[in-house]
């Protein structure tokens, strides 16, 4: 049984829970520790069977609260020599483990696949996360779908994906010029229809679940996004994720989505 659980996803912050019976690794630590830990108290998670943490790039969202976690739990911090060095120094954690672009990590029975992708970051990479042949994508921040994300989205069968930015909000919106650019380019963030024909390209018959992630406070909605992947329903459960909240948490087993 594989249990999967965002527990804080936006611009204010991400954390993303994936664990089995035993043992659970984090991907990214953008909240507090006290948030951490309290959200996952609300969703009965145990915090001791957190093994590690991977770290996607060293953007405080992302970043800022893994020193004091991973001092609390005792567990290793993933990342990049180059994340590690671009990183805030008063966040950075001591018990930290490199990792190069497209190394495979062991932890426990989880088998961490790492890979680069495009982000306005020093090394920025996402993770699919296997075990016992079920597949979890993490996969948010990214401005344009490169090969990686495209070959591990196909092998998923459940995905946090970036669905980022509704295009009308953007362009319509309040952001200064140089801001909405930054966004929208190959080194920003994923829009909703960006990441539709990510999906319709490249997941595939066994991804029965997306939850869709790093909503934009100031250029998206819920409905919006949801409406955008309304043409999807039929193939894929979709999901919202919460950006001050955890979301619920998902069971699955034998490639079997279990609520």
Request: charged fraction near 25%; glycine fraction near 6%.
């Amino acid at each position: 049984m594989l249990e999967i659980c965002a527990l804080a996803s936006g611009s204010n912050g991400n954390c993303y829970y994936i664990g089995n019976q035993e043992d659970a690794i984090l991907v990214d630590v953008g909240i507090s520790r006290r948030q951490v830990m309290e959200r996952m108290r609300v969703r009965g998670l145990d915090a001791s069977k957190i093994r590690a943490v991977f770290i996607s790039h060293e953007h405080a969202d992302h970043f800022r609260g893994v020193r004091v976690l991973s001092k609390q739990l005792n567990v290793p911090v993933y990342m990049t020599v180059a994340t590690f060095e671009k990183s805030w120094c008063p966040d950075r954690p001591a018990k930290i483990v490199n990792f190069e672009p497209g190394d495979v990590v062991d932890i426990g029975e989880f088998r961490i696949h790492t890979f680069s992708k495009q982000h306005d970051a020093a090394q920025p990479c996402s993770f699919r996360i296997e075990h016992e042949g079920t597949n979890v994508g993490v996969m948010t921040d990214i401005g344009e779908p490169c090969r990686n994300v495209m070959e591990h989205l196909s092998a998923c069968n459940a995905v946090f994906l970036e669905s980022n930015y509704d295009e009308d909000m953007l362009w319509n919106g309040s952001y200064p010029w140089y801001l909405k650019n930054r966004v929208a380019s190959e080194y920003g963030h994923l829009s909703n229809n960006q990441a539709v024909e990510l999906l319709k390209n490249y997941g595939s018959k066994h991804l029965e679940v997306v939850f869709l992630s790093h909503l934009s406070a100031e250029n998206n909605r819920p409905e919006i996004a949801l409406e955008a992947f309304s043409e999807l329903n039929a193939k894929h459960s979709v999901r919202l994720t919460n950006r001050y909240a955890p979301a619920e948490i998902y069971r699955l087993k034998k490639n079997l989505l279990v609520l």
